[in-house]
Nanobody
Framework: QVQLQESDPGLVKPSQTLSLTCTVSGDSITTISRYWNWIRQPPGKGLEWMGGSTGSGSTYYSPSLKSRPSISRDTSKNQFTLHLSSGTPEATAVYYC??????????WGQGTQVTVSS
C-alpha cells in the first residue's frame, strides 16, 4: 500500500524559499506510469494544483501560479521536493503531495500546514 508523507516546515518567513519534501513508500517515484504532484489549499479557498513530476523525471507546472515553483527529486530516497518562493499571500496553505490525484490509483498525503509570517 502506497503512503505519502509531507515534511513539516511550519512557520516560514516571506523572504525564504519554501521547500517541502514528499517521502513515498510502497511505490517508486521512477515508475514510468506514475505522476507525482503537489497541490495546495489556501485558507477559505479550493484545491490548487501546483505541478508534478512524472516517473521519468519530466516536470509540469501550473501556468496560473504567480510565483513559479520547481520540483526536484531524490530517487535514492524515493522523495520529491517542491521549491517555492514564500513571498506571496497564497503561500500560506495546506500543502499535499499526491500520486495520480485524478486517477484510479490516486493516493494523497495527509497534508502539511505552511504559514508565512514575518
Amino acid at each position: 500500500q502506497v503512503q505519502l508523507q509531507e515534511s513539516d516546515p511550519g512557520l516560514v518567513k516571506p523572504s525564504q524559499t519554501l521547500s517541502l519534501t514528499c517521502t513515498v513508500s510502497g511505490d517508486s517515484i521512477t515508475t514510468i506510469s506514475r505522476y507525482w504532484n503537489w497541490i495546495r489549499q489556501p485558507p477559505g479557498k479550493g484545491l490548487e494544483w501546483m505541478g508534478g513530476s512524472t516517473g521519468s523525471g519530466s516536470t509540469y507546472y501550473s501556468p496560473s501560479l504567480k510565483s513559479r515553483p520547481s520540483i526536484s527529486r531524490d530517487t535514492s530516497k524515493n522523495q520529491f521536493t517542491l521549491h517555492l518562493s514564500s513571498g506571496t499571500p497564497e503561500a500560506t496553505a495546506v500543502y499535499y503531495c499526491a500520486r495520480d490525484p485524478l486517477g484510479p490509483l490516486a493516493s494523497w498525503g495527509q497534508g502539511t500546514q505552511v504559514t508565512v509570517s514575518s
